[in-house]
């Protein structure tokens, strides 16, 4: 039988997959040596692996069971077990993440036109929802101006294992874009159906493992995405960014009212930009003030929060540090962690006829 230090190896979780070691596959042997000692070997499935956090995750799994000395040795997996580790990755994943059945709620992040900051809203709400405890998982829909894995400071590639895509994470969030596909400062130019494919894989290919949430980075505006999105998964919710301005307000009801066409609910507004507190505490509404509320009134849906300019936010973007982490108690960060409370307290709305969706 098996020792309890052993069963805690075998249980370790592998920090890129978060599932069992010896369910994956990846566990070789763990040998027992003298006066608490132990050598672990694993095979990993590509020769870019993290190594590294994978040893740290085994080791203080053995240690909180008497080890005071972990060793692991690393290979890489053979085609064959490879392939195998695919195919268990497509079996552990029951629903395609946004089709029905899926346990995932699939939130669309829209706004009427770029420059509003929705790209950097749907980061940060990504990871206020990731440090609530939820798994989330972002898809970089925006093609043509991708830049949420510059957001987020990911900066390892997706792994190829059998016919899955592992999207990497960062701070708790698992990120797929074109960003990683294009080579720099190369223009994605995509018509329809390239563009259908592409999120047709983003969608089916990509191992997210069935996340609590995925939110998704729309482009700006209204288009090819916005119809592909609805048949990949009927099931999404939408949520709208604007600014205080009128003018940004009356854009982006444009965006909501693309929503309403494919049906889809919008779940409510996000108000960016709303001011700028100075050094003596004063609120200044640089971009003027309401068009949130007025937005949020007009939809009949909820303000979910309201994000104010700081410097923090936008050198967070920069670096790839979101503002939860560079300035936890900020204002921003506290709106975000807002915005994530409210989205999960807002279910979906029940389908009168769930069998007519749009598969």
Do not use: C
């Amino acid at each position: 039988m098996a020792s309890d230090l052993v069963e805690a190896v075998r249980g370790a979780l592998d920090p890129v997959l978060e599932q069992p070691i010896s369910e994956l596959g990846i566990l070789r042997d763990v040998e027992e040596g003298r006066r608490g000692s132990v050598t672990v070997k694993v095979a990993v499935p590509t020769p870019d692996w993290p190594g590294e956090p994978l040893g740290e995750a085994i080791a203080v799994a053995a240690k909180a069971h008497g080890a005071t000395d972990v060793a692991v040795d690393v290979v890489v997996m053979s085609d064959a077990d490879r392939e195998a580790l695919g195919r268990h990755l497509e079996n552990a994943e029951k629903h395609r993440v946004g089709a029905t059945g899926s346990r995932t709620r699939v939130i669309a992040v829209s706004s009427g036109k770029g420059g509003v900051g929705k790209s950097s809203v749907t980061a940060n709400t990504a990871v206020a929802l990731a440090q609530a405890g939820h798994s989330v998982g972002v898809l970089d829909a925006d093609v043509w101006g991708f830049s949420i894995p510059k957001m987020l400071g990911v900066d390892a590639p997706p792994h190829a294992i059998g016919s899955r895509i592992v999207a990497p994470r960062a701070h708790g969030v698992r990120v797929i874009s074109m960003d990683y596909f294009v080579g720099p400062d190369q223009a994605v130019i995509w018509r329809g159906p390239m563009l259908h494919k592409a999120l047709e894989q983003f969608l089916g290919d990509v191992f997210w493992g069935e996340p609590d949430f995925l939110l998704i980075d729309m482009p700006p505006g209204t288009g090819d995405v916005a119809i592909s999105i609805s048949q990949f998964a009927p099931r999404a919710q939408s949520l709208v960014v604007t600014t205080p301005q009128v003018t940004a307000q009356r854009v982006a009801r444009r965006a909501a009212a693309m929503a309403e066409k494919v049906n889809q609910e919008v779940v409510g507004v996000v108000e960016n930009m709303s001011w700028f507190t100075g050094d003596d505490g004063t609120r200044y509404e640089i971009f003027g003030s309401g068009g949130g509320a007025a937005l949020a009134e007009d939809l009949g849906v909820p303000l979910l929060g309201q994000i104010p300019l700081l410097p923090a936010l936008r050198l967070g973007a920069d670096e790839g540090t979101p503002v939860a982490l560079a300035a936890p108690d900020s204002e921003a960060a506290k709106a975000f962690d807002q915005i994530a409370s409210r989205l999960v307290e807002l279910r979906p709305r029940v389908r009168t006829h769930p069998e007519l969706v749009i598969e």
